[in-house]
Every structure is written in structure tokens, then in C-alpha cells.
């Protein structure tokens, strides 16, 4: 198992555009969360899934955001209309159910760069 | 609402200084305390979790501990090296919720 893993790693667009972002998560690990980063700042919740239902979306997520996790495997996060404002960090992480014990696992992030 | 808070937010020492970062949570009812490492540009890397049973835990030159009736964690890192230097951030998962709330983070140079 390599861990959580992001792609792309960099992404750059111009204003306006759509970016779609991809994490595939630890194997055995059915939560998957995603979090944004902007600069000089600690990671923000985004939204998490348990399996493929989506149990959580914070304020942050506006309707030009959307994640999806089919089957409960890969997540997909996608951007419409992309602004100048979304550019930051994007990390996906993956956890077990049932226990705390062993926190999160975090993939090497999606740097966004918006035009 | 939990906030949690790091400081110093930079820091620079020289090489071989043992030296601590502070992070302080408003609410103590958690589940436990990460740290993670961050170099520029990169993902999160964890360095040390504290079950909120726990007082402290150690990885190497790593020690991190957690009071968590004073709502704070301190990470010791001894005998600091160049290699050292990347932004220390501080993460705890409150009961009762999934996810992790952070803080801004420590920047730490370590000069040669």
C-alpha cells in the first residue's frame, strides 16, 4: 500500500474554468476527507465521506464545489467556474471506522494556481 | 466551538538547539492530538498522535505531550537539525465529531 494518493499535483487554470481533482485513499480505509489549504494557514474541512455517502460538507463548500466518491473507492472534487480565490492546497486524507486510534492519513495534496 | 492555536508562529534557532512548539485547544473533550510536519509545497507528514488517554508519546528526537485539562500540547524537538526546518502544525479530533481541527502552524528555520 503506498498511502493516500493525489492527483495532480500542481494545477493551474484560468479564471472561470473547471478543475477535477482525484484521491485514492488507503485501501482498507472506508472515511475519506478532504481539506484546503490556503497560505500561511492551518488545512480547512472540507467535506468527508463514509464510504460513498457524503455525511459531512462545510460552509466552505459552495455550490461551485462538488466531491463525490463512488463504490466508496477514489474521490473526485470538482470546481465550476474556478476563481481567483480557490487557489490553494487541496489535501485529501483516509481514515478507519470504528476507532480514533490512528488519525488520519494524508496524501501529498493539489496545489491549485487560478489565472 | 473548538479553536486551536500555535505559537510561536516562526521561529529560528541554531543548529543543535533543543527547542518547543506550543499548541493550546479551547475544549479538552477530544479524542486525541496529532502533529504533522509540512515542507513547502508538500502534503502533511504525522509525527506524533496522542490518545486523549495518554500524557505524552516519543519518536526519536520527537516528544510530544498532551494536558489535556489545560487544554495543551507541547512538541520537544532536541538536538535540531537543518532538516528540521518546515511548518510543525498541531491537529486535534474533537469527541463526538470526524473531523480535525488545525492550527496556523509553527514555521521553523534551523540555521546551519
Redesign the interface.
Known sequence: DTGVS?NPRHKITKRGQNVTFRCDPISEHN?L?WYRQTL??????LT?FQNEAQ??KSRLLSDRFSAERPKGSFSTLEIQRTEQGDSA?Y?C?SSTTGT??????????T?LTVV | KQE?TQIPAALSVPEGENLVLNCSFTDSAI??L?W?RQDP??????LL?I?SSQREQTSGRLNASLDKSSGRSTLYIAASQPGDSATY?C?V?PSGT????????TRLKVLA
Open positions: 493525489q472515511r476527507y500561511g494557514q492551518g488545512p480547512e474541512f468527508y455525511l459531512e492546497m489535501l486524507a480514533t486510534r490512528y488519525g488520519y492519513t494524508f496524501g501529498s495534496g496545489r | 486551536v479524542y486525541n496529532q504533522f509545497g508538500k502534503g502533511l507528514t504525522s498522535l490518545q502544525l491537529a479530533w470526524y473531523k480535525y481541527i488545525f492550527g496556523t502552524g
